[in-house]
């Protein structure tokens, strides 16, 4: 076997080697593989790899001396001994790391799921932990759905005693009272938790789906858990309770099946994605995609794409904590002010995300995050596109039940690229003049209001949190409002002002007091 080390020095000579690189060498990351006789091991791949980054230390003898010292850049060797160190354990057993939360239950469905894009899973696994005993008849379960990259473990368990990501939370008299209710949290479909997703094989070739598994959706992700509850004999739940992605699936969950869901607790979610916060999705997916190692979505076999995630996780937690907090916890101090500065993390605010981003690339897949982020952005109530929804999913089960379930031309996609630069396209009602300052709406549109007028019967708990900036309270807001619009006179609308908690988004995961409080209140 290989080691790291050895990688890494390979690769620290090859950069003492000239500038010019032999063409073969730069061809090397092509998809077309080279024939057996010529395909070198993969650890001089790496070396070459890095040998194109150029020189760490520029040492190399010139005529003139340089007027100032070569730049070091600590950063991005710990990126390279990364690589090597995967690169060096994929010869021996794989690369890719093994994303599990530990021991959880497991719900597998033998009937297709037919989703909303047109897409299908033939059979499909959801991954799910309990906590506190179901009563008689069934009727004292809570449906926790969580946020993107959650797992099921919610709470520690006993054959997985490792603290859950709401593990003070949940439990005897706690927040969601596992005396007195039976609590349910599952990994989505599209997560790599142990429910199916593009890390999944698929049941129809036996390769892994990878960028062959379909859009999803978060209605998609509700059905499949409902598929659960009918597994496990539940008709209705007592609540579906949930926070950022999993407070907009507690919306969908009431929307979808009404009958089924007795009330709805949403904490900093959304009825509809807004630009912000596809933006900000739309960015960390841009800079994973843009890892060589993505692959586009094949990298199962090799090195998966770390440098990528670690980014687009840096840009998460940007959003998902606040400005006035990092101020207090960091300010302007540097990790070392003795230091010379430097273009590595070098402020302490900078280690912290570098730190979020190191510790998060390896612990998730990164095509789960596409697909899941993508749901997210594509998450919208009103009535004009849930009626659009049903428009294709009625032609999509059309074309199964004539037999056509393998016509990919219904779900390839056909995407292409503007040939003119980017041009506004207002709306039709928008202002001509797109540099006047932008009128605030009197209140949330007539299209979402006839969207949740099936959730007016529902007693509703709506959280928000005022240095929230991914989903700022004003949605929350919209919210409360459009569904006291639509009728629902059961609407508790709650909202954390700076002076309550500073932890932006987080907030959920972190304030028991308040998010945990008002949350026990509403339940009873």
Known sequence: MISSRSVVSAARIATKAPKTIPRSWARHSSNKAAPPSTQAPRSQHASRSFQTQGPRNNTT???????????????????????????ARSLSSGPEPSYTSGVTLNYHCHELLLLDWGGVLPEFNIAYETWGAINADKSNVILLHTGLSASSHAHSTEKNPKPGWWEKFIGPGGCLDTDKYHVICTNVIGGCYGSTGPSSVDPADGQRYATRFPILTMEDMVRAQFRLLDGLGIEKLYASVGA??????SLAAGVLFPERVGRIASISGCARSHPYSIAMRHTQRQVL????????????????????????????TVTYRSGPEWEQRFGRRRADPSKQPALCPDFLIETYLDHAGEKFCLEYDANSLLYVSKAMDL???????????????????????????KDASATTCSLTLPDSPYE??????????????????????????????????HPALIMGVESDILFPAWQQREIAETLRRAGNKSVTHVELGEDVSLFGHDSFLLDLEHIGGNLKRFLG
């Open 424 to 457: 506004e396209q207002p709306e039709s009602n928008a202002p001509s003049d797109l540099n006047k300052p932008v009128s605030q709406s009197s209140g949330p549109p007539e299209d979402l209001v006839q969207g949740l007028k099936g959730l007016r019967d």
């Open 289 to 316: 995609m843009m890892d060589p190692k993505w692959n586009r979505g094949f990298y199962y076999d090799s090195v998966p794409p770390h440098a990528g995630m670690k980014l687009a996780r840096e840009i998460a």
């Open 61 to 87: 003898p010139s005529l003139a001396e340089a007027s100032n010292p070569a730049m070091a850049f600590p950063c991005l060797d710990a990126l390279e001994t990364k690589s090597a160190t995967l690169e």
């Open 244 to 249: 950022s992605m999993g407070g907009m699936q």
């Open 379 to 405: 998450f919208d109530l009103g009535a004009s596109s849930q009626s659009a929804s049903s428009g294709r999913r009625a032609a999509h089960a059309q074309r199964l039940a004539s037999g056509q379930a």
